[in-house]
């Protein structure tokens, strides 16, 4: 007999010598999970305006000709923490987190034009002028200290007839570009990581696939819905980045938060209108036009779209396929520990953030 706290507890040892708690166990779990259950949703709820979006994000498009480099940077106004919205703040608040070197400081800088490109996206077209032609562009971004958590500066930069691109956050605050072209490998692991990130950043794919997951008893219907998830936003992401099928970004964020609450929905009602690889195919197609996104905000050059989007969406799948192998072992283990409600309780959960995610993304956005 041990001692847990200030109570006996029965403990059963095998011949192997392996511990499990006696059944007495089970009832007392199961008094709990109510608990459970509505601290999961309320935490939910508390959570939901922090996760109301994959992640922060600006981007620049650069085109450097001799002396003269012009940026059209483009940042969500509602995503900067200080107060003050006003658009010769945040003109200011730019210029203090951003600035472009070669290798000098320029002798001058304009604001050339501003004007909001769609709701609270604000885009400044700025000219820095250089004693000497520009052959080499430093560039350093410490946005991330005055956006939301995790925020990304996506650029663009056009010299020489040469496009590179760069991922700036807290990391990486700095990047150097010259007129040599950027060579396989680097262009692979600027987008593996970018992949990835969207992943781990994507609270509402995550969200996703949490569902999913919660309601999966088999390694072979796992590899069912994950297959068929992973090839239908293939398809989509494909798609919408070489142009071909677009869709405007509030219908695909607020499709995103539907299914989110229909896969909840069906775990909580226990009921399926198709097998469940059939619907998450479905749903994954409009995941894809949301994966899509960033890789369109970059503008990348037709020369290099295709090792990008492939890089892209191998970071989507390893982020997804690590998640994947993290979560399903840790809920089959609590399932078969006795936490049959474990279900229900992660489903209201992530029903009360796709309620708020899709009230947020259809009305308020």
Request: glycine share 6%; with cysteine; proline share 4%.
């Amino acid at each position: 007999m041990r001692h847990i706290g200030a109570k006996k507890i029965p403990i059963e040892t095998d011949a192997l010598g392996q511990c499990r708690v006696a059944r007495a166990l089970v009832p007392a779990a199961s008094a709990l999970l109510p608990t459970l259950v509505s601290t999961v949703a309320m935490m939910a709820l508390a959570a939901a305006p922090c996760l109301a979006h994959d992640f922060s994000r600006s981007d620049s498009k650069i085109v450097i000709d001799g002396r003269e480099v012009r940026v059209a940077l483009t940042l969500n106004i509602d995503e900067v923490l200080d107060p003050d919205k006003s658009t010769k703040h945040i003109y200011e608040v730019v210029r203090s987190h951003y600035s472009v070197r070669s290798p000098a400081a320029p002798i001058r800088t304009t604001l050339e034009n501003q004007s909001f490109i769609g709701g609270p996206l604000l885009q400044l077209q700025l000219l820095y002028v250089f004693e000497q032609d520009v052959t080499a562009l430093e560039v350093t971004s410490t946005l991330h200290e005055v956006m939301h958590t995790g925020h990304q500066h996506l650029m663009s930069v056009r010299l020489n007839g040469t496009l590179r691109e760069a991922i700036l956050d807290s990391r990486t605050p700095q990047a150097t570009f010259t007129g040599v072209k950027a060579s396989y490998l680097q262009t692979m692991w600027t987008f593996v990581r970018l992949g990835g990130e969207h992943i781990f950043t994507g609270y509402d794919h995550l969200a996703f696939l949490l569902g999913l997951l919660v309601a999966t008893s088999s390694l072979g219907s796992l590899v069912k819905i994950i297959t068929s998830f992973t090839l239908a936003h293939s398809i989509t992401l494909a798609l919408a980045t070489f142009n071909l099928v677009i869709l405007p970004s509030r219908l695909t964020e607020s499709l995103i938060a539907v299914s989110i609450g229909y896969v909840a929905a069906e775990n909580l009602f226990d009921f399926r209108v198709m097998k469940r690889y059939y619907i998450t195919f479905i749903f994954g197609l409009v995941h894809g036009f949301g994966f899509s996104n960033v890789l369109r905000e970059m503008d990348l050059p037709r020369s290099s779209l295709a090792l990008s989007l492939f890089s892209f969406n191998a970071g989507v799948e390893i982020g997804q396929v690590t998640f994947v192998l993290l979560i399903f072992p840790l809920v089959q283990d609590l399932v078969s520990s006795g936490w049959k409600r474990l279900k229900p309780a992660v489903s209201i959960g992530v029903a009360c953030l796709a309620v708020y995610w899709f009230v947020q993304r259809a009305f308020l956005l």
